[in-house]
């Protein structure tokens, strides 16, 4: 039968990638050793082929896509840092990786002792007296957090609360939460800096308001000033305050939101604490809490007895429910929890002051090009735009693919919303100064091809496996058996 993959179109009768040694059995004889039921009355269908040609079959499927393991992948807000390969290596280490969630505790005492830990340090790092490590991905947290957030309102007698504060420069996960969990959104604006001030959440705060989210640094890449006066305002008015801490890449050891009026916070350990993410793989969206909200997390709560052994504890009357069928995606824990241990509080500050310091070093480096339409310090990363180069016809979109033609992935395009023609690039702190350079002259050459070569820019990209896909069709019909290149 002709199959239409590349692998069989390889394959030739009779090539094998193995030798057995000689048993000096036939081939009769050898089969008998299989009981009859177990023995197959045709030859399966495989690709006849040496072993070298499958290793460069495989390799060069992986090279046809853009990964961070081949390339420079700038996308703003993803944080597509290097993850050490030594992360991987301990969550596949055969107690972990085999470890069923339902095993007994008598016999995960070992994993659960990585659950407590990872608990702790998190609650470190953050500032937060209590840490959920059930929900799985970001946007599950900002769910976990805003049900806390009702269940927290509607234990006080405070039903009237259904609205939720929300910047303008918030990430586009946030209003969607708020509209998931049944709540309605007041958007507040913000200002010439970026920023968001004070007065405009006094202005909307009432006792409809259950609290405010607040993305931190926000999508412009930039520290949000104000965020002492904003928490007083909205807890004197009874509402509580959430950070969208999925981008906590710029704050390791500087700055700790539950220490500065932020009651609830997720994080996305698949992002800074990095497990490789992208392709909507397994994640983490831990939720950190105040004191005073720990009784509504996700049960069952890890509890220690007396002699030290854990146990979790379903006993939690005030809790909002499960979030996740077992515990969250314990492999992502295992690695954030090596990548932690691995780096100790003073290599997490250092993460952080270059993730800082990358971003601010290319925002100088590209701004003589674009846009730049905040122009302050940023934090992790920074929002440039393509207006200029919007008027004389080339996209922000054309851009983009003309960066894949240099081996870069795309910045975030068309996000934020509040800047026309966005590119949110965020370089992290895993990137050499040359590979920072080489993106800057990347962007000033493309930045010149529109001026003097326009087609180049608008038909990219040039040299990749496939052209301008039809993204919509793309995503969702994906044909990922065969490849016709
Ligand atoms: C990535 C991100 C999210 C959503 O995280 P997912 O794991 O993709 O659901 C939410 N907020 C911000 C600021 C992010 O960067």
Known sequence: MDRPNLIYQKSKSGRKGYSLPDTKLSENEI?????????????????????NEVMRHFVGLSIKNHHIDKGF???????????????????????????HPLSPNAVSQGSLTIYRELQKVLCEISGFDAVSLQPAAGAHGEFTGLQIMRAYHLENGDKKRTKIIIPDSAHGTNPATVTSVGFTTIQVKSNEHGVIPPEAVAEVMSDEVAGMMMTNPNTLG???????????????????????????????????????????????????????????????????????????????????????????????????????????????????????????????????????????????????YYDLPYDSICMHEFVISGSKQKQIGVKTLDISKRLLDFGVHSPTNYFPLIVPEAMMIEPTETESKETLDYFAEVMAQIAKEAETDIEQVTTAPHNTPVRRLDEVSAARNGDVAYLDV
């Open 222 to 368: 930039i520290f949000e000033t104000h965020i002492k006066e904003i928490a007083e305002i909205v807890h004197k008015g009874g509402g509580l305050m959430y950070m969208d801490g999925a981008n906590l890449n710029a704050n390791m050891g500087i700055f700790r939101p539950g220490d500065v009026g932020f009651d609830i916070m997720h994080f996305n350990l698949h992002k800074t604490f990095s497990t490789p993410h992208g392709g909507g793989g397994p994640g983490s969206g831990a939720v950190g809490v105040i004191e005073k909200l720990a009784k509504y997390l996700p049960f069952p709560i890890l509890q220690q007895r007396d002699d030290g052994t854990f146990y979790f504890d379903y006993d939690r009357p005030s809790s909002i429910g499960r979030v996740h069928s077992y515990h969250g995606n314990f492999g992502v824990l295992v690695r954030a929890y090596t990548y932690i241990r691995s780096l100790g509080g003073k290599g997490l500050r250092e993460v952080s002051e270059n993730a800082v310091l990358n971003a601010n070093y290319l925002k100088e480096s590209v701004r003589k």
């Open 73 to 99: 992948y700038p996308l703003g807000s993803c944080t597509m840092k290097y993850n050490p390969k030594v992360n991987d290596k301990v969550a596949g280490m055969n107690g972990f990786k085999l470890q």
């Open 31 to 51: 089969l008998n050793f299989i009981p009859d039921k177990f023995r197959r009355s045709s030859d399966a269908e495989l690709p006849e082929i040496a072993e």
